[in-house]
């Protein structure tokens, strides 16, 4: 009791850095939440979510890429009822992913190669398919959907050979997306709702907000178009597009028992066995990184939807989290980890994007606080 009581006060303190974010060279509003042993143990709030509305723990942040762990989450179901396998090709989900790509930049030689892209690869980045779209390719202000967008993403060329490299890529979680359409005949959100959200009582996590829930989300800046009808994460139009690869918005708590389930004393939503593909490198020693983030791992461990920290140096869970680490971080400014080696989970959320490196610079924010909360359990 001592010693918990310790490590509480601890946790405390640590997580009061977050007050020293807010401000105009950090955020408007912040959240951070640990989970540990089965339990939430210490949350802390700062800030604003939007003029007037302090954070809280309803507060719901735009996840961004944060959303892939969950659609990870939703096709790991589907394998284990036994609808797909992981070294399935895609091809036999998505038929027109077969045919090569058009695009004067496409390698024949790569397009050859489209029918051997698994859906392993895709939930490990390693499929060749780039990052996204090129700037210009579906515009913004056009309105396009989420199915067009999709599409686009599905015609996209090879980069490199499947399997050789690793490539951060929204395109292939687009494409999960539609995995996940196609083998159940439902909405993606739908499955995700079924499989995942209800599951897990993640009742503050959800696609799509609407006016009902304005009061509840964050407002973000440093946002792409900002101040028109189709501004990133804030306006009404992006929000609808709900994509599969960063269209979630939810609360710091939600999210701290998500990592959880992947943790001992957490609760179960997947078999021990997918836990461990989920959380373990899968990228087989290859290199690569995240094209928008100008990083480059040698190797560069990923499992399936999450990332592994594995031998990574400089990295975002700060150097006190063990290699055993999963993570994912998001562009619009979350950060959610998890340490089996410390059987804990950290959500740090905060409504500002990563496009002028905040967590970063000019101090080590995201691994600062990793450290102080790893120190205090």
Not at 197 to 203: E, F, G, S, Y
Not at 222 to 249: I, K
Not at 317 to 329: A, D, I, K, M, V
Request: charged content about 20%; proline content about 6%; hydrophobic content about 40%.
């Amino acid at each position: 009791m001592q010693q918990s009581a310790r490590s509480k006060s601890h946790l405390s303190h640590a997580l009061k850095q977050i007050d020293d974010w807010i401000g105009p060279n950090g955020v408007n509003g912040a959240a951070a939440v640990v989970w540990h042993d089965g339990e939430i143990v210490a949350e802390r709030y700062a800030g604003e979510a939007r003029p007037g509305y302090p954070v809280d723990e309803h507060t719901m942040f735009a996840l961004a890429s944060v959303t892939k762990p969950i659609t990870a989450a939703v096709v790991m179901t589907l394998v284990e009822e036994g609808a797909l396998a992981l070294d399935e090709p895609i091809y036999r989900f998505i038929p027109e992913f077969s045919t090569a790509s058009d695009a004067d930049s496409a390698d024949p030689a790569l397009e050859a190669r489209r029918r051997e892209v698994t859906v392993r690869q895709l939930l490990s980045h390693t499929s060749g398919l780039p990052e996204d779209l090129a700037s210009g390719a579906l515009r913004y202000r056009d309105r396009h959907d989420l199915d067009a967008m999709t599409d686009a993403m599905s015609r996209l060329p090879l980069r490199t050979a499947p399997g050789s490299e690793l490539l951060y890529s929204n395109a292939g979680f687009a494409l999960l997306g539609r995995v996940v359409e196609r083998v159940t005949n439902r909405g993606f959100w739908e499955e995700a709702q079924r499989r995942v959200l209800t599951p897990l009582r993640m009742d503050d996590t959800i696609p799509d907000p609407g006016v009902a829930e304005e009061d509840r989300l964050v407002l973000v800046t440093d946002t792409h178009h900002t101040g028109s009808d189709v501004e990133t994460y804030n306006s009404a139009y992006w929000r609808g597009l709900a994509m599969p690869w960063g269209g979630l918005f939810g609360s710091a708590r939600d999210l701290a028992s998500f990592a959880g389930a992947f943790l001992p004393n957490g609760p179960r939503l997947l078999s021990p066995a997918s836990v461990a593909l989920m959380t373990s490198d899968q990228a087989n020693g290859v290199s690569g990184g995240v094209q928008s983030m100008r990083v480059v791992w040698t190797p560069a461990q990923w499992g399936l939807g999450w990332e592994v920290k594995g031998s990574k140096r400089r990295h975002w869970t700060g150097e006190l989290t063990s290699h055993r680490t999963f993570c994912h971080f998001g562009a619009a400014g979350t950060l959610l980890w998890a340490d089996p080696g410390a059987n804990c989970a950290l959500a740090v959320f905060a409504n500002r994007t990563t496009i002028h490196l905040w967590p970063f610079v000019p101090a080590a924010r995201w691994s600062r606080l990793s450290n102080a909360v790893i120190a205090a359990l």
